[in-house]
């Protein structure tokens, strides 16, 4: 692993300890320039997780908590009319000025609003009384959800699921990482303890070396038998997309990276596949009448996909 990288993920690991696995992937989500989706029970670290990452990278970080009652322009912006001059002046949202925006429970909050951040996560801009603003590059939104506790809250809208790169679960830590959080936080925050690694052109570059990374065909065509084959499964009602295909390409790719390589192997897709693609599929009655999971069909998805052996 790169040592850099190493330093990033050391340092938020005083938060979030016992959990490398889920660091490392919020940060390839991060470097391939996606959006990642936590999906976890209330507790476990999520909001703690993207503040810590903030500030090793050294990134400018906003957070919106989502309620029922925040508007589509409070994510934007709004015009307000300015009396002194007769023009109107364009009054940033949380998104303007943010490289991190952490939408935490966005399921709280209406499906107007939660669309409000469609163009913002994919275009990389909002737009206000006809008027385009850009916002700051890199633009990364953190969106946390909780499982349980559903009471008031909204199912995102599958467009806006497929716009997220990867789905991340914290999980809870084991006895000694328990331990250790206790221990930790009898009297300071570990949020506190977190040193700047890196800034934002270095993201910014580290972003670009990414996209460097080679992908060889034999790659390109076991990624597009994979969602082929999701596309094909009995157990699937709507598989991979096209979307979902690139996104496991870059996620593979940035995974690449950060250990260290310049060429996707197997185990980078593999590795990825699930937390690309979990979000993105729905499952068939007849899975659902066999009590089987995402995760599960996923898996029977990697087993029966034959790899080229240029790509191992």
């Known amino acids: 692993m790169n040592e850099k990288i190493k330093l990033i993920v050391d340092e938020v690991q005083k938060v979030i300890i016992g959990k490398q696995d889920v660091v490392e992937k919020l940060l390839m989500g991060i470097f391939a ?6 999906d976890d029970v209330p507790g476990v ?3 703690s997780m993207a503040v810590a990452l903030s500030r090793a990278l050294g990134l400018q970080y906003r957070r919106i908590q989502f309620t029922p009652d925040v508007l589509p322009s409070d994510i934007t912006g709004f015009s307000i009319y300015n009396k002194n001059n007769g023009t109107l002046e ?14 935490d429970e966005i399921n709280r909050t209406s499906s107007k609003t939660q669309s409000a951040l469609l163009e913002a996560m994919e275009e990389g801009q909002v737009t206000v009384d006809g008027k385009t603003h850009l916002l700051q590059k890199p633009f990364i939104v953190i969106a946390t959800q909780n499982n349980v506790g559903t009471a008031g809250t909204q199912l995102l809208p599958y467009a806006q699921l497929d716009r997220f790169l990867i789905r991340l679960s914290v999980g809870y830590p084991d006895f000694n990482s328990q331990m250790d959080i206790i221990r930790d936080r009898q009297k300071t925050n570990p949020v506190d303890a977190v040193e700047q690694v890196c800034c934002r052109e270095d993201v910014l570059r580290m972003q670009a070396e990414v996209l460097d990374v080679i992908a ?4 390109i065509a076991y990624i597009t038998q994979l969602a082929m084959a999701s596309r094909n499964s009995q157990m ?3 598989g991979i997309s096209p979307r979902g295909a690139i996104s496991i390409c870059r996620m593979a790719k940035a995974r690449a990276y950060v250990y260290g390589r310049d060429c996707v192997i197997r185990e980078d897709v593999q590795s990825v596949f699930g937390d690309v693609c979990a979000h993105r599929i729905i ?22 996909v034959n790899m080229p052996d240029a790509a191992k």
């Open 236 to 238: 699937v009602e709507l």
């Open 90 to 103: 364009y009054m940033p949202g949380v998104a303007a000025d943010a490289n991190i925006l952490l939408g």
């Open 216 to 219: 060889e065909d034999s790659t």
């Open 33 to 38: 320039q996606g959006h990642v989706l936590l």
């Open 45 to 47: 670290g999520k909001t």
């Open 283 to 304: 499952l068939s009655q007849k899975a659902k009448i066999q009590q089987l999971t995402v995760e599960q069909v996923l898996e029977d998805i990697i087993k029966g």
